[in-house]
Every structure is written in structure tokens, then in C-alpha cells.
């Protein structure tokens, strides 16, 4: 895996993968699958509630973070060998992206 380009003015994360795939994540995409329990727990739903009558899922979900101003990639850095942690505009930062998760998450 190569990471060939990272920017927040660019808007995208691209990565070529070593069996020749690649993959390129707008940073939209990328916060929106924050990969932080917390985001998790907003976007799929607490695994561990048990409701007699079901939750309907919310129309609009909606993460944690700061909205106030327009999402941009401030930072990323490598985590040891197998992740990526990215802090955002949002002031959001806890999630890591493992290298694993970013290629089960490839866009088509």
C-alpha cells in the first residue's frame, strides 16, 4: 500500500493497494465512516441495547463533531504500521482507520 496523496485542499485520500487496486476516498466519505466507537455507535446503533419493540433508524444521522464551518482534513498520521488516525476541521480526531478498514471500505 502506498499512500500517493493526501490534502485537505484536495479533498481526497488515494491509496494504491500492493495487488495493483486503487482506491480514493473523499474526506466527506472517510468522516462519515469515522471508525471511532462513538461514530460507530451513531451510524449502526448500540449493539448492546436490547429493545422489545425495535428502534426505527433515524432519516438523518448525524456524527459528532463540530459543523460550523465547511470539513477539511487538517492532518493524518501513520499509527505504528497498520493505520491511519486523521484529525478533522469537525475537531474530531479519535477515529484510526486501519489499513484493513480502508480497504473494506473502498469506494467501487
Not at 485537505?8 to 473523499?26: A, F, H, K, P
Not at 448500540?46 to 492532518?75: C, E, F, M, W
Amino acid at each position: 500500500m502506498i499512500i500517493t496523496d493526501f490534502d485537505g485542499t484536495v479533498c481526497r485520500l488515494e491509496i494504491d493497494w500492493s495487488d495493483g487496486r486503487q482506491c480514493v476516498y473523499g474526506i466527506e466519505y472517510l468522516r462519515s465512516m469515522c471508525p471511532c466507537a462513538q461514530c460507530r455507535t451513531v451510524r449502526e446503533g448500540d449493539p448492546h441495547r436490547i429493545d422489545v419493540v425495535p428502534q426505527k433508524k433515524p432519516l438523518l444521522t448525524i456524527l459528532p463533531g463540530n459543523y460550523a464551518k465547511p470539513l477539511s482534513a487538517l492532518s493524518a498520521e501513520l499509527v505504528g504500521n497498520y493505520a491511519l488516525r486523521i484529525d478533522w476541521s469537525d475537531e474530531h480526531g479519535s477515529g484510526i482507520y486501519s489499513f484493513q478498514y480502508l480497504r473494506e471500505i473502498c469506494p467501487p
